[in-house]
């Protein structure tokens, strides 16, 4: 490491230290959630329809699902400090851009560079953490709180998402980030001190770019497959370029010697079985959770800002429950948490299928509860598994990867059931109507992945070190706090 231990565990720098990841952290998952409060608003002042929608969220979580595993390399080849703040500033700035967008191709666009920044301001986040508090019990006590703050984003965003948008409009979501960025420029560029692993592994360039490519041309399909029509010649290219990009990117991996995803890991069956499951988990999720304030708004009737707090049981149920899944995974072992979380949380999205525009709002805030505790009962543990299913050498990489593939099913999860409701749409039904089929496709995909991983999800409980996906209220944190932790011994 090019920093000492002196002073880098010196107590005044690490707790400005642990001041300036948390709020970064903070940032990253507050536009997360604050964005699904503006979508109606964006809708209506861009002038935009339901892909352009698609495309504001899914730009965002592409870039960061395809880049998170290269950004922790790049943070410990060429600098931990000089990463963070290499992307909190691309961050900023990509704010300043979505805000001053005065078109949907500027907003994506400016999405993009927001999902870059935030795949290198996250893992460089945890990594500067990891090398500052070297003991384990002090490392999980910082990573718990990193967690916890994190947390405090998810479930502000809804709530800050709808006061600014209703007082202010959507340019003012992003611009809530630059204040936030400045001040962790300033003291980062002060007091941060500079730490590296020189023995980190070579950055996977082809990997990387057939990844990002091969996704996107699939996102691209799949979103504009409804606009277009399905068998048209740009959307029928689209998957064509998918399958030979993705092909083209499991070959690479497999004759690469350092590998960003080294294929071997997936004949564990324990590790493939979790990472399968965690795809549907960010699907149904992520893809849910697109149309939960457009519901509140377009089908009940709502202000944005009643909708934007209508929709907080679901978070507020994931940041309270989480922090115990680790440990009842612990008791009970995977396969009985993770699967009744899958049930619980495929019986509320098949419920939330089920309401009106007259149906009460005493009749909908514990559908969503459901939903939120049930894929609260299933990150962590998952993310557990995976780790379990790999050497100890291999726990960062294994948490790495079982983040990216939530994102992907993020990602996928907008494009398709976006999809269902363009469909449904064409074919003469309502919005509501869309709605419902949306949410109940993706109530029968979650519950049918826990019926999978009741029958395959091997009956192993996780090791006594895993105690950071115990804590962690976000999977993101769990998976970089693993890859920082291997990456700085």
């Known amino acids: 490491m090019a920093a000492s231990p002196a002073a880098v565990g010196s107590r005044p720098n690490r707790s400005v230290l642990l001041t300036v990841t948390c709020l970064g952290q903070f940032m990253v998952l507050l536009d997360n959630t604050i964005v699904g409060a503006a979508l109606p608003d964006m809708q209506h002042r861009l002038h935009t329809q339901l892909t352009g929608l698609q495309w504001i969220v899914d730009a965002y979580v592409l870039l960061v699902a395809m880049l998170l595993l290269s950004g922790g390399v790049f943070a410990d080849r060429f600098g931990r400090k000089r990463v963070y703040l290499t992307g909190v500033a691309v961050f900023t700035a990509a704010s300043v851009v979505c805000s001053l967008a005065p078109s949907i191709g500027w907003l994506v666009a400016g999405r993009v560079l927001q999902g870059i920044g935030a795949a290198a301001l996250s893992p460089a986040s945890l990594a500067l953490l990891a090398a500052a508090y070297p003991v384990p019990q002090e490392r999980i006590k910082a990573i718990g709180l990193w967690a916890g703050f994190s947390g405090v984003g998810l479930a502000a965003g809804p709530v800050a998402g709808g006061v600014l948008t209703e007082a202010f409009g959507w340019p003012s979501i992003f611009l809530v980030n630059l204040p936030i960025g400045v001040v962790l420029l300033l003291v980062g560029l002060r007091s941060l001190v500079e730490a590296r692993n020189p023995s980190a592994p070579a950055i996977d360039v082809p990997g990387t770019v057939l990844s990002v490519l091969g996704v996107g041309a699939l996102t691209y399909g799949l979103i504009e497959g409804g606009a277009r029509g399905w068998t048209s010649p740009v959307i029928l290219g689209s998957f064509t370029a998918a399958v030979i990009l993705l092909a083209a990117f499991v070959a690479v991996e497999a004759r690469r010697s350092a590998p960003m995803l080294p294929l071997r890991l997936f004949r564990q069956r324990l590790f ?57 995974a612990a008791r009970y072992g995977f396969r009985i948490v993770v699967t009744t979380g899958l049930a619980l949380a495929g019986l509320g999205l098949l419920a939330l299928g089920m309401v009106h525009a007259n149906t009460g709002y005493g009749n909908v805030w514990w559908r969503l509860g459901v939903v939120g505790i049930g894929f609260a009962l299933t990150m962590s543990p998952l993310t557990g598994a995976a780790i379990q299913a790999v050497s100890p050498q291999e726990g960062g990489l294994a948490s790495g990867i079982s983040s990216t593939t939530r994102q992907i099913g993020a990602v996928l999860g907008v494009a398709v059931l976006g999809a269902i409701v363009r469909t449904r749409q064409s074919g003469g039904a309502s919005f509501e109507t869309g709605l419902n089929s949306a949410f109940l496709a993706a109530g029968a995909v979650t519950l049918a992945t826990a019926v999978f991983t009741g029958l395959w999800l091997a009956r192993s409980k996780p090791a006594e070190g895993s105690a950071a996906p115990q804590r962690s209220t976000d999977p993101d944190a769990v998976t970089t706090s693993n890859e920082a932790s291997a990456n700085s011994r």
Not at 282 to 305: C, D, K, R
Not at 309 to 327: E, H
């Open 272 to 328: 493939t079985v979790s990472n399968t499951a965690m795809v549907v988990v960010g699907f149904a999720l992520m893809g849910s959770s697109f149309f939960f304030s457009q519901f509140f708004v377009y089908v009940q009737g709502s202000s944005i800002l009643r909708a934007g707090l209508q929709t907080l049981p679901a978070t507020l149920a994931m940041v309270i429950v989480s922090p115990f899944a680790g440990r009842l």
